[in-house]
């Protein structure tokens, strides 16, 4: 079979460096690989309270944010998650074939309900590996491009799909997490011992950001009182992050980027990565701004969906009848 490639950003918030890194800047590339599924996972950032105009721009935004990364939509469907029922639909089947202990068990849950009264975490939040699975199965998807932080989820996919598939015969297609070597785990330059994430406000590297302020993050990112320029993520979370960054966007090893840095005071490397980063993401905002200004991601995203609902609506038709849904239309 031929490879199809799946992967999910929910509009939560702004996007940061590390979601560029982590997924954004190599979708297009996958394009030559298979064929493409990228989604706003609108229904995903629903876990967490959001306001309704928020939502929207961020989905717009979204949307502008994967086409600037330089995607052709002739082999990669962009849509939104609640554009195709049949993501909704399949989760009210799977929610029958996960169960609470190893839900319990998922960091994503762990992390972000720690912060939260218990009576104000919401089921989707618990769920949410439920839908994500869906998200996954109904494109027949094999190779899901993600950051580290998702592999848990994609290991429980793949648990699920066993599962059904031992139970009711070949009905679903396994898939496989992919992460890039460098990159998968961007830090945050305030705390580099945290996910750089988009839903925590404090001080990380936003795509919209003024070049001027990324700037000045970076030269202020906290760093350790040694002085050499060194990987080491233990003593070095600082260094070693921003030696990550500099690595992925000039698409170098580790290794190599450390040689290019020996003997370097660290004001000087933060200057080093503070022009790679700027260079960067100034490019890929000026694609943005006219892309939004064109509004062409309207027509994308409803070509995309169309495309999108075909597909899952085929993978829905056959769980159902797998697993004993009367279909009296046939
Ligand atoms: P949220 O705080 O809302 O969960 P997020 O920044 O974690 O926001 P997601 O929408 O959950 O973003 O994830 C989108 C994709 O970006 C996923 O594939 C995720 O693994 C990847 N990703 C997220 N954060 C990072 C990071 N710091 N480094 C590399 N990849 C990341
Ligand atoms: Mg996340």
Redesign the pocket.
């Known amino acids: 079979m031929a490879n199809r490639i799946l992967?999910?950003?929910?509009p939560?918030?702004q996007?940061?460096l590390?979601?560029y890194?982590?997924?954004l800047k190599h979708l297009k590339e996958e394009t030559e690989r298979g064929e493409c599924f990228y989604f706003i996972?609108d229904l995903h950032a629903l876990t967490?309270p959001i306001e309704p105009e928020v939502l929207r721009q961020n989905s717009i935004d979204l949307a502008c944010f994967y086409l600037a990364a330089g995607i052709d939509t002739s082999k990669a469907h962009l849509f939104l998650q609640s554009s195709v029922s049949a993501h909704a639909e399949l989760n009210a089947i799977m929610q029958n074939y996960l169960y609470m202990g190893e839900l319990s068990r998922m960091t994503?849950f762990k992390d972000?309900s720690s912060k939260m009264k218990e009576s104000a975490i919401g089921l989707g939040l618990f769920a949410y590996p439920v839908l994500m699975a869906c998200d996954i199965v109904l494109y027949d998807a094999n190779i899901i491009?993600?950051?580290?932080?998702?592999i848990q989820h994609v290991e429980l996919t793949r648990d699920l799909v066993n599962r059904i598939n031992n139970r009711y015969g070949d009905v679903l297609t396994l898939p496989k997490y992919e992460v890039r070597k460098v990159?998968?785990?961007?830090?945050s330059l305030s705390d580099p011992t945290k996910?750089?994430?988009?839903?925590?406000p404090k001080g990380d590297i936003f795509l919209k950001d003024d070049l001027n302020v990324i700037r000045k993050k970076i030269m202020s990112a906290v760093t350790d009182s040694g002085s050499e320029v060194k990987f080491d993520e233990e003593n070095k979370p600082g260094i070693s992050n921003l030696l990550t960054i500099y690595a992925a966007l000039k698409d170098i090893s580790i290794e190599e980027a450390e040689k290019l840095f020996e003997g370097y005071r660290y004001g000087d490397f933060k200057k080093a990565v503070a022009d790679v980063v700027c260079e960067e993401l100034g490019a890929f905002q000026e694609k943005y701004r006219q892309i939004l200004e064109s509004k062409q991601y309207v027509k994308v995203l409803q070509e995309g969906a169309e495309a999108a609902q075909k597909v899952a609506n085929v993978t829905l038709k056959r769980v159902k009848k797998a697993i004993g849904l009367l279909e009296v239309n046939e």
């Open positions: 992967t999910g950003i929910k939560t918030g996007l940061t590390g979601n890194i982590g997924v996972a967490l994503q972000k491009p993600v950051g580290e932080d998702q990159g998968a785990r961007i830090m996910k750089m994430s988009k839903s925590d």
